[in-house]
């Protein structure tokens, strides 16, 4: 059974903190994916990571980093956590091909206060 | 350009049949996906279709893919208060990982 987790369901950090999201994955999956989901928005992807140590910057990265220095984990970095930044972030996997099925953990509800 | 769109609100009574409408604008899109999220919960992959195929049938699923109009849409059929949850729509634009997502359905059932 396809299997992905986030570290935290819930998280609350004070603006300027620096935070870290978690997500690992147990399908062996090639390409790995970090969105963030707003109200009447959707999911909006902010990296995605295709290999172990590679990574492409979505459609929002800005105020975000990534790190891959494993295949199975895929780390959200906030560097200076802002307001703007309270959401709902859903961590992805999928199996390496174009085109192929995307697999979501639970989410992690971070509030920035 | 890439974009997603869906209605916001669905409200159905229970039994009855549920239809969810998305329009997609990418005519490359490979594939076409249906994902279910309930209330605190992350994305479940309800189905997908592949854009050489109109209909998809899968127990009270039913996806129909219009390519000329750009059109998709989910049937469910004998909805139950337990479909009650956010549907969205996402396409995988050609030769690319990722997935474009719609602002998502909200289907209320009402017994």
């Known amino acids: 059974d396809v299997k992905v987790t986030q570290s935290s369901r819930y998280l609350v950090k004070r603006t300027g903190e620096k935070v870290f999201l978690e997500c690992v994955q147990d399908?062996?999956?090639?390409?790995m994916f970090w969105y963030r989901q707003d109200p009447g928005l959707g999911l909006r992807l902010i990296y995605f990571s295709y290999d172990v140590k590679m990574k492409e910057k979505g459609d929002i990265p800005e105020g975000y980093s990534v790190s891959r220095e494993k295949k199975e984990r895929f780390s959200l970095i906030l560097e200076s956590a802002s307001t703007n930044q309270t959401s709902m972030y859903l961590c992805a996997s999928s199996i390496g091909q174009n085109t192929d099925t995307q697999y979501f953990g639970p989410g992690t509800r971070l509030t920035v206060l | 350009g890439e974009d997603v769109e869906q209605s916001l609100f669905l409200s159905v009574r229970e039994g009855d049949s549920s239809v969810i409408n998305c329009t997609y604008t990418d005519s490359s899109s490979t594939y076409l996906y249906w994902y279910k999220q309930e209330p605190g919960a992350g994305l479940q992959l309800l189905t997908y279709i592949f854009s050489n195929m109109d209909m998809k049938q899968d127990q009270r699923l039913t996806v129909l893919l219009n390519k000329k109009d750009k059109h998709l849409s989910l049937r469910i059929a004998d909805t139950q208060t337990g479909d009650s949850a956010i549907y969205f729509c996402?396409?995988?634009?050609?030769?690319?990982?990722?997935?474009?997502f719609g602002s998502g359905t909200r289907l209320l059932v009402r017994p």
């Open positions: 996402a396409e995988t634009p050609n030769s690319s990982y990722k997935l474009i």
């Open positions: 399908m062996d999956h090639e390409n």
